[in-house]
């Protein structure tokens, strides 16, 4: 079992900044790709970025030069930096793993409200 601890959202002005974070932990397991998800609402649940056990990385088209993903191995945890925010990024977001045999695993999710 893979537990995922998310913390960093809020409430931000358009152009501005937020960090999120999100530990995994749990027995015996070792993860392929950690990544995270958003949901608006009244909207599918879709990917943001994510990143793989070798460092590639997947963005949505619409952060692309925005945020930017990152990850320590050591500490299994994964980071969205998120730049020059827009009320359109505003949502619940969920941290994602799929651990080595591609279980998928899913944080309680954080809200990040773009407000002015």
């Known amino acids: 079992q893979v537990q995922l601890v998310e913390s960093g959202g809020g409430l931000v002005q358009p152009g501005g900044s937020l960090r999120l974070s999100c530990a995994a932990s749990?027995?015996?397991?070792?993860?392929?790709?950690m990544g995270w998800y958003r949901q608006a609402p009244g909207k599918q649940r879709e990917l943001v970025a994510r990143?793989?056990?070798?460092?590639?990385?997947n963005y949505a088209d619409s952060v692309k030069g925005r945020f930017t993903i990152s990850r320590d191995n050591a500490k299994n945890t994964v980071y969205l930096q998120m730049n020059s925010l827009k009320p359109e990024d505003t949502a619940v977001y969920y941290c994602?793993?799929?651990?080595?045999?591609?279980?998928?695993?899913w944080g309680q999710g954080t809200q990040v409200t773009v407000s002015s």
């Open positions: 749990g027995s015996a397991f070792s993860i392929n790709a």
């Open positions: 994602h793993v799929y651990s080595n045999n591609w279980l998928s695993y």
């Open positions: 990143i793989f056990s070798g460092g590639n990385t």
